[in-house]
């Protein structure tokens, strides 16, 4: 905890400076670990995680936040016990964090549990995206 690896470090560059404001703030304190999974996406990935209903946007008639250049959006996983891991409580805990974090320094980011920004996570999304944060 306290600072990003050289790998997340690498795919948080990729990423729009005030997303890696966020995470580089979050990483800080969070009490569980975590690293970045993905910065920028090339089509290729958009289109095979749409082939694959991971997503809605295929990166050709639309583009995704991924597909920018700085990335407009960042993916995560837990890091627990020495594994990674995508488990529904550490994601939505580290959430928690990084949605507070970008509240607190006035950056508006949409996390994929929470899509509408309703407060009801997962049960009334179209698409579960624990992972997937992005800026407003």
């Given at each position: 905890m306290g600072a990003f690896g050289k790998t997340s470090q690498d795919?948080?560059?990729?990423?729009?400076?005030?997303?890696?404001?966020?995470?580089n703030e979050a990483i800080k304190n969070c009490p569980v670990d975590f690293g970045i999974s993905e910065g920028n996406r090339s089509i290729e990935r958009q289109q095979q995680l749409f082939k694959?209903?991971?997503?809605?946007?295929?990166?050709?008639?639309q583009k995704g936040k991924h597909n920018y250049s700085p990335s407009e959006a960042f993916d995560i996983?837990?890091?627990v016990n020495g594994k990674i891991s995508y488990d529904t409580a550490s994601l939505?805990?580290?959430a928690g964090f990084i949605l507070a974090t970008a509240q607190r320094i006035n950056i508006k980011v949409r996390w994929g549990g929470n899509w509408d920004g309703d407060g009801e996570i997962i049960k009334d999304q179209s698409l579960v995206d624990l992972p997937h944060f992005e800026l407003l």
């Amino acid at each position: 905890m306290g600072a990003f690896g050289k790998t997340s470090q690498d795919r948080l560059s990729t990423c729009h400076p005030l997303l890696q404001q966020v995470a580089n703030e979050a990483i800080k304190n969070c009490p569980v670990d975590f690293g970045i999974s993905e910065g920028n996406r090339s089509i290729e990935r958009q289109q095979q995680l749409f082939k694959e209903g991971k997503s809605k946007i295929d990166g050709v008639t639309q583009k995704g936040k991924h597909n920018y250049s700085p990335s407009e959006a960042f993916d995560i996983y837990a890091y627990v016990n020495g594994k990674i891991s995508y488990d529904t409580a550490s994601l939505s805990f580290i959430a928690g964090f990084i949605l507070a974090t970008a509240q607190r320094i006035n950056i508006k980011v949409r996390w994929g549990g929470n899509w509408d920004g309703d407060g009801e996570i997962i049960k009334d999304q179209s698409l579960v995206d624990l992972p997937h944060f992005e800026l407003l």
